[in-house]
């Protein structure tokens, strides 16, 4: 069963404007990483986050995991045609001593305009 | 260079015919996973291995089959492909000792249509 649910499903927005896109799990996350993928390419890692509270930027990307550790959100700042693309949360399932099973969100797609 | 390397990227096959896509990493990773994406439901583990003849279920495992040898080496085996196992599969790789914390490196695909 798919355990993290990511919205919206697809965002269009003008060039400059911002985006916020969810995570969110009914489980406690261990590991909360963000994708970025052009369509039918490989997945290009955005960020990581482990610590409830844990935020981290890089560029115009900022990305946030609340601090029971079951939701994260992913904000665009003045967005920018690169920013174009699907958007992937995904997840370690279980504790670590039984990690290996790996869980992704269905995928945001963001289109932006000019 | 460090990366992960799948061959084919694209392979058109018709029912049952047994097929195996291959995946190898330069990373000594101990970590190996397989993914089939689909539109509209994402990424999904089909199996994933520990370490070298240690592999495990992930969450769409029917009608695959894996094996870890090597360490580098994670192929991909569908002993009598269907339909619906045309997908966009990804193979991807991860360091052991720090799991958390510690990202996935995805190859670059392997594109199958199966008739």
């Known amino acids: 069963s798919q355990e993290l649910e990511q919205s919206p499903q697809s965002l269009i927005v003008q060039e400059g404007k911002n985006l916020t896109i969810n995570c969110t799990s009914s489980k406690t996350l261990y590991g909360l990483y963000w994708y970025k993928q052009k369509y039918g390419e490989g997945l290009i890692f955005l960020m990581m986050l482990q610590k409830g509270g844990e935020e981290k930027s890089h560029e115009k990307i900022t990305a946030k995991l609340d601090e029971k550790k079951q939701q994260s959100s992913l904000h665009i700042t003045a967005s920018q045609p690169s920013h174009a693309g699907i958007y992937l949360c995904g997840a370690d399932i279980g504790a670590t001593d039984s990690w290996g099973k790996f869980q992704f969100g269905a995928g945001t797609q963001v289109v932006v305009t000019p | 260079e460090a990366q992960v390397t799948q061959n084919p990227r694209y392979l058109i096959t018709v029912t049952g015919k047994k097929l195996t896509v291959t995946c190898s990493q330069n990373m000594n990773h101990e970590y190996m996973s397989w993914y089939r994406q689909d539109p509209g439901l994402g990424l999904r583990q089909i199996y994933y291995s520990m370490n070298v003849e240690v592999t495990d279920k992930g969450d769409v495992p029917e009608g695959y089959k894996v094996s870890r040898k090597e360490k580098r080496n994670f192929p991909l085996i569908l002993e009598s492909p269907s339909p619906n196992q045309t997908s966009l599969y990804f193979c991807?790789?991860?360091?052991?000792?720090?799991?958390?914390?510690?990202?996935?490196?995805f190859g670059p695909g392997t594109r199958l249509l199966v008739l």
């Open positions: 991807a790789s991860r360091q052991k000792q720090n799991p958390l914390g510690e990202t996935q490196y």
